[in-house]
């Protein structure tokens, strides 16, 4: 950790010191997520999602894992091991509706950690490095969610799962062989489902891994703030534990009483019926639709319905599924405005709850038939979502005049907003009036 | 160049976008199905709420219905004989149930090894009434009765859908257009998403089952009940999933308390005490 005054670990008892010299993990973890790790002392709730969607994380693994122990990936009986765990397992109904309303849970926390991060300009220098690995945990955790959702081997299992390989078919050439490729065969059966269940055992603890690559590059500049002003000096930090290892800990509280809200209450809202159908091969439901947490995707790739420049709609509308997460790994040199904080961007700040309220929409669009009004409201929506990074973005980090930054995060914290600095990166700003944080 | 190529990237997306939109539609064509669909009726269900417990009268009765009239073409694959204690029969009744059961359960002839059948013991599953999806076509005019062990799960709609879809036959309406009308071995229910099913209709009579405990046996009640069983056979943990929730609840309600104090508590020193308002 960089900051100098970050507190350093000091073994106590003569067993803590044989062990530092030995293998100084107690010390790795105080650096990391105790006292020894100073966090700016002004962070909202916005900033307890990170450690949820580690703590979500460590909960699909856990109840994985002892779910892989009674499930079988075999076409032929998967769908009924489901339910001899929903039914004759010990506490099996708890394990699966955990471990599947665990995936929704999941990416509610992370699209708000995304959401966060987009706000307050975490991605930006020095902590781009910390944004890439995140997209690439993003795209990891689509994998595994995807995959999961096939191995109870109903009817939106086998046909999403139809429909997702299907996208790499529309590759020129040699879609088709690709596609056999990675299902094993024709269409999905026993070779692909088999290969899903490795795969999604596997991608967990590489999440894990390049979750723990994310904390190490983020303890290199230290947590962004709702200021997005550096830390400055000792004033503004705060040690990570006991300060927000007890806000997390509150956090962690909320978090589970919404999510066993949907575990014991309402087990199957955020799934489909049909998966509650054995897949059937020769007989393909009235809508496939994906997990709602894909839904924005799904809009996106069916909004490209017509051939343009000689690229047909079905390949456009994929480049643009998979292009419309790719382009966050160039996030941080889109945006070029030194500001961090949307707090003091006051054109950005629309444009970006416009694209909140547009990803949003998409979502609802995603689940919609195929017809209008639909299908033209998600080209619209599509349309902004590529425009907002591509081009609006860019345009709007070189015209905007932002806010005046507070002095320091301390300053902002103890006298509100009052005292302020020139503003960085633009001069000459008609001052704001002062509010009390 | 990087923001040079995301602009022309991103110009296109939007060109393809644009001329997609701008492209003339076909106007929308009104979806008889669609138009004469009927929406199930809600209907309250014991089992319902936060607190829901089974009825378990009504899952009696409702077993009865399903043992006399839907296992004649309905299997119930996921359900052994042994879950029904859980409807407050006791384990004898059980066995008798099992015993006695129409259908017998496929078993191997032990001196010829010649496929054969046995009388059910409490242990089986509820054996199918067809010996495969071929037998179960070739008896339904060429339709294949749905396992139940899932359907109140497996339908938008849930319990309800079963109730209305078990009480919504009806003679098609006057102004049906032709190709919407029910086709021969097909019948009217605009319940069902594509008007016409191939279920004959099971409940037609008041007192088709004669409940035991006096219950009037309305096609109403029969269709209730069965919707009712079928809850419990589709979700028979139920009861011990609210119960454990309401339990959770509660705990995860102190500890946060507590954790929210514990951070009030820990933060006291370094909250700001924000300046008077100018």
Not at chain 2, 90 to 111: G, H, Q, Y
Not at chain 2, 267 to 278: I, T, V
């Amino acid at each position: 950790m960089s900051f100098p005054w970050a507190a350093h670990y000091a073994p106590k008892s003569v067993f803590t010191q044989w062990i530092d010299e030995r293998l100084p993990l107690p010390r790795l973890v105080y650096n990391a997520v105790g006292a020894g790790y100073p966090v700016p002392r002004n962070l909202n709730y916005f900033w307890n999602f990170g450690v949820l969607a580690g703590a979500a994380l460590g909960l699909q693994i856990i109840t994985g894992i002892i779910l892989a122990m009674h499930y079988a990936a075999n076409g032929a009986i998967a769908f009924d091991s489901v339910e001899h765990i929903m039914r004759d397992v010990n506490s099996g109904w708890l394990l699966r509706y955990a471990h599947a309303n665990g995936a929704s849970f999941f990416f509610i926390v992370v699209y708000m950690h995304i959401g966060r991060g987009l706000y307050y300009g975490s991605y930006k220098a020095p902590r781009e490095m910390i944004w890439l690995l995140g997209v690439v945990i993003f795209l990891l955790m689509m994998a595994t969610a995807f995959m999961g959702y096939v191995l109870p081997w109903g009817q939106m299992s086998f046909w999403g799962a139809q429909v997702i390989t299907g996208f790499f078919s529309a590759i020129p050439l040699v879609g088709e062989p690709i596609r056999e490729w990675l299902l094993g065969g024709y269409a999905p059966d026993n070779a692909a489902l088999n290969r899903f269940f490795s795969l999604h055992y596997l991608l967990p603890f590489v999440i894990a891994g390049v979750i723990i690559l994310h904390i190490w590059a983020l303890h290199i500049p230290g947590s962004n703030n709702p200021t997005g002003v550096d830390v400055k000096g000792p004033q503004d930090t705060v040690p990570f534990h006991p300060y927000y290892t007890a806000k997390d800990g509150f956090g962690l509280g909320v978090f589970l009483i919404a999510f066993s809200l949907f575990v014991f209450f309402m087990p199957n809202a955020l799934g489909h019926p049909d998966n509650y159908i054995p897949a059937n091969p020769l007989s393909t439901p009235a809508h496939i639709v994906p997990e709602w947490y894909f839904l924005p995707f799904y809009a996106i790739l069916k909004s490209f319905t017509v051939n343009f420049l000689w690229i047909p709609a079905k390949l456009w509308g994929v480049m643009a599924m998979f292009g419309s997460i790719l382009l966050l790994f160039v996030l941080p040199w889109l945006d070029t405005s030194p500001v961090r904080s949307s707090n003091y961007r006051p054109l950005y700040k629309w444009f970006f709850f416009a694209l909140i309220i547009d990803v949003l929409v998409l979502g609802w669009l995603g689940q919609a038939p195929a017809e209008e009004p639909y299908v033209r409201l998600s080209q619209f929506c599509a349309a902004y979502y590529f425009a907002h990074f591509l081009i609006i973005l860019p345009i709007v980090s070189k015209i905007e005049r932002p806010k005046p930054l507070p002095m320091s995060i301390s300053a902002s914290v103890l006298h509100g907003e009052a005292q302020e600095s020139a503003p960085f990166g633009a001069g000459g700003v008609a001052t704001v009036p002062a509010r009390a944080s | 160049m990087v923001r040079i190529i995301a602009f022309l990237a991103g110009l296109v997306f939007v060109m393809a976008l644009v001329v997609a939109m701008l492209i003339p539609r076909q106007p929308a064509v009104e979806n008889t199905a669609h138009h004469f669909h009927v929406e199930p009726q809600e209907v309250a269900f014991a089992s319902d709420g936060a607190f829901g417990r089974f009825d378990r009268q009504q899952l009696q009765r409702g077993f009865q219905v399903y043992k006399e009239v839907c296992a004649a073409c309905h299997s119930l694959r996921h359900v052994a004989f042994r879950d029904l204690t859980e409807l407050g029969f006791t384990a004898p009744e059980v066995k008798a149930i099992a015993k006695n059961w129409a259908i017998e359960v496929p078993s191997v002839n032990p001196d010829t090894g010649e496929p054969a059948t046995r009388k059910a013991i409490p242990s089986d599953m509820f054996p199918s009434p067809y010996a495969n999806e071929v037998a179960a076509r070739a008896a339904n005019n060429n339709a294949l009765p749905p396992d139940l062990s899932l359907m109140t799960k497996a339908r938008e709609g849930h319990a309800e859908y079963v109730h209305g879809l078990l009480t919504g036959y009806r003679k098609a309406p006057a102004d049906l257009p032709a190709e919407a009308r029910p086709g021969p071995g097909l019948y009217y229910n605009p319940v069902y998403a594509n008007l016409n099913i191939a279920m004959p209709p099971p409940l037609v009579a008041e007192g088709q089952v004669s409940y035991a405990d006096g219950t009037k046996p309305t096609v109403d009640q029969m269709a209730q009940d069965v919707s009712a069983f079928l809850i419990w056979t589709a979700e028979p943990k139920l009861e011990n999933r609210k119960r454990t929730g309401v339990a959770v609840i509660l705990f995860l309600l102190l500890a946060t308390t507590l954790a929210y104090f514990a951070y009030q508590n820990i933060w006291a020193d370094k909250k700001a005490k924000p300046l008077p308002q100018a």
